[in-house]
Structure formats: C-alpha cells, structure tokens
C-alpha cells in the first residue's frame, strides 16, 4: 500500500537557519502530495501541495518540490523563525487531482528554532 | 466561519464506559473525516462520508468503533468499550468536494484509564 516516510526529530534550528525536512514516498499511480503544519494544541493545516510531477508547491517561506524520479517531496524554508516551531506532516493522496479517499501522513516531524 | 469544531477538547474516562466523541464540520463541505493520532502509530485515517454516506471504513479498528453522520451539520465518533489502548488524539475533517486541503478540527485528546 501506499506510505509516506520523513524524518522523525527533534530537529533543532537556530532563528534564520536553512531548513530542509525529508519525505519520500511509495505509491502506484501518480498520487498528489502536501505538508501540513500542527501547532501546539491545534489541528493540521494545510501548508503547500504538489499534484503533478515538477510542480513547486509554496507558502510562507516553505518550498518543496515534486520529484517522481526520486519519489520525494521535501520541504524547505531558507530563513526559518521561532514562529515556525510545530510538528510538520507529509502526505500523499493517491488520486492525481488531489481527491479523496483520504490522506496518507507520514509520522510527522518535530521542529524546534531556537532564538 | 468556525471552521471545523470538535467536542470535548479532552475526554478522560475509565476503561469499559462508553465514549461519544463530536463534530461539526464546515457549513457546506460534503466530506467529511475522522482519524486517530498517536506517537507509535502517527496519523491513521478512520472512517470517511461523503454527503453524510460511510464511503470507506476499512480503517475502523475492531467493532467497539462507530461512527455516524444523521446530517450534513453533525458526525459522532463513538468507543464501546473504550480500552487504554483507545487513548489518542481523534481529529475531524471536513473539505468541499474530494480536493486536497482538508480543514482539520483541534481534534479531542482521549485518555482511558
């Protein structure tokens, strides 16, 4: 079946850091990929999405990048703020358009900048 | 807009009594999920509706799981018997059509003793 697999943490940044977070990917077909941001005591939101290969997803600073050659997805900021503390989820869906059918979630990565 | 609300934020009951968890997904939105967050397990989807209809529930774990949805405005999630291996986050969704983007309740924080 399909699964999503990044980097668990801790990870710990100093304020203006570059970040990088892995995800990779297995599934059949041509799935559709995201990062989803938690916030303590708060529920996922949804951060940036990839549906095709190549695509760039963006948001707030954070980039990934759709690559189907090395099934990955990971997530990047150049300058990272105490503000972008959280837990950071990759996921897949497994329809081209982003359907439904529900969301495969990595476990989740911590993120921790320090000041 | 509300966004998506879920009731209680948290729940502590004692092994064997029965759980009733609550949501109230986005004014509009025709799907709606429920998933189960915990540290050994993540993210793991339950149950999803599509316009108030079970469409998959193959992620329910065992029988003591239900879930039902009598409106377009109003979904349980409901354990019984609730076990300590039940404690987890429960997280409701709710999205406009099958897209991407789910919006996600605070999910309710469940403690089984």
């Known amino acids: 079946g399909d699964s999503v697999t990044q980097m668990e943490g801790p990870v710990t940044l100093s304020e203006e850091a570059f970040l990088t977070i892995n995800c990779t990917y297995t599934?059949?077909?041509?799935?559709?990929l995201f990062w989803y941001v938690q916030y303590p005591g708060e529920g996922l939101q949804l951060l940036l999405k990839?549906?095709?290969?190549?695509d760039k997803g963006s948001n707030k600073g954070f980039e990934a990048t759709y690559r189907k050659e090395t099934t990955s997805f990971h997530l990047e900021k150049g300058s990272v703020q105490v503000s972008d503390s959280a837990v950071y989820f990759c996921a897949l869906s497994p329809l081209s358009g982003g359907g439904a059918d529900g969301l495969t979630f990595g476990k989740g990565t911590h993120l921790i900048i320090q000041p | 807009d509300a966004g998506v609300i879920q009731s209680p934020r948290h729940e502590v009951t004692e092994m064997g009594q029965e759980v009733t968890l609550r949501c109230k997904p986005i004014s509009g939105h025709d799907y709606l999920f429920w998933y189960r967050q915990t540290m050994m397990r993540g993210l793991e989807l339950l149950i999803y509706?599509?316009?108030?209809?079970?469409?998959?529930d193959s992620g329910m774990p065992e029988d003591r799981f239900s879930a039902k949805m009598p409106n377009a405005s109003f979904s349980t999630l409901k354990i019984q018997p609730s076990e300590p291996r039940d404690s987890a986050v429960y997280f409701c969704a709710s999205s406009l059509g099958p897209g991407p983007g789910y919006t996600f309740g605070s999910g309710t924080r469940l403690t089984v003793v």
């Open positions: 509706f599509n316009n108030n209809v079970p469409i998959d």
């Open positions: 599934a059949t077909g041509y799935p559709s």
């Open positions: 990839a549906t095709k290969a190549d």
